[in-house]
């Protein structure tokens, strides 16, 4: 059984931990907080034991394999590096970094620690009903895609209030294209690879990152829109055209019904979606390091570097500067 350590004390990580417990592949033996309170907090939330941690060199220090990083997204990239020069694989919730560049430290770690593994938790590629996708996508001709994935945020209210919660801060790297709109761009990107042209058109709010906006993936014979947002609710359903027959689905970041529309006809393509949807990810993960299997880290890793490099073109023609982003 993995030993595994936590960064990150909001609902996410306690989601993950019950996923991870719900697999019988991990044990949480490390927890890290900024306060002792809310790492003690944490603990009983999620019912365990676990050491708890103020000192990121301590918690790094402590025993266990493997680390879940769901801190703001600023730290990611960081601490994952952290995680692996410690002779800790990681599991870091997307986005993994926040500017292509810090890549090259990711790799520069993975080169050092060979035996180690990093992975970026991008939970919907793991769910079922978006292998029903991948699998019509690369078995039709495709004319086009309208993806969206757009939703009120619970921090927005704190925003307009002035309080700048971490998911609205450039300090913080946040705003909409960094928490649902790489939703948006991993399903592009797996489905129909790298585009030509990457283009998006955001609103930008006044802390400077983006509220909503809408991106463009150019690819040689159709064009793919992203609709994303965190400041109002989208109910439109996401398409995929393919001659005649259209596919239709939810938002990509809660897959739940998969339909291929051909005429008057309709054919229901949805497979059961679990509970939690971490459990999925959570499994692969697990699943991959205590296997070792290299091939599927490596194809899980090429991707991820594929997405976030469209991220950072489309977050450059938006004009979304963060204040951690190489000069």
Do not use: C
Request: net charge negative.
């Amino acid at each position: 059984m993995l030993k595994l350590g936590i960064i990150g004390t909001g609902w996410i990580s306690a989601q993950f931990v019950d996923a991870a417990h719900q697999t019988n592949r991990y044990a949480v033996t490390a927890i890290y907080s900024r306060h002792q309170e809310t790492a003690a907090d944490f603990a009983q939330q999620i019912k365990t034991s676990a050491a708890l941690y103020t000192d990121l060199d301590d918690f790094f220090a402590a025993d266990f394999d493997v680390v879940y990083i769901a801190s703001p997204n600023s730290f990611h990239a960081q601490q994952a590096v952290m995680a692996l020069a410690a002779g800790k694989s990681a599991i870091v919730e997307k986005p993994l970094v926040t500017h292509p560049q810090q890549l090259d430290a990711l790799r520069d770690a993975l080169a050092d620690h060979p035996d180690l593994f990093l992975f970026e938790a991008a939970r919907h590629l793991y769910e079922d009903n978006f292998a029903v996708i991948d699998n019509f996508v690369h078995q039709h001709p495709i004319s086009g895609a309208t993806l969206s994935y757009k939703k009120y945020s619970s921090k927005f209210d704190a925003y307009i209030d002035g309080k700048n919660p971490n998911v609205f801060s450039a300090k913080f790297a946040g705003g909409a294209l960094m928490d649902l709109g790489v939703y948006l761009v991993y399903a592009a990107v797996k489905w129909f690879g790298m585009p030509d042209i990457a283009t998006y058109r955001a609103h930008l709010l006044d802390s400077g990152v983006d509220g909503d906006g809408v991106m463009q993936l150019q690819y040689p014979q159709f064009a793919v829109n992203l609709i994303t947002g965190k400041t109002s609710n989208s109910y439109l359903a996401s398409e995929i055209y393919t001659d005649k027959d259209t596919l239709v689905f939810d938002p990509v970041g809660d897959l739940k019904s998969v339909t291929l529309v051909s005429g008057d006809a309709e054919q229901n393509l949805s497979r059961p979606v679990l509970p939690n949807p971490m459990v999925a990810e959570a499994e692969a993960f697990g699943q991959a390091i205590e296997n070792h299997d290299r091939d599927f880290f490596t194809k899980q890793f090429a991707l991820a570097q594929q997405v976030h490099t469209v991220m950072g073109t489309l977050r450059q023609s938006a004009g979304i500067i963060f204040a951690g982003d190489p000069e």
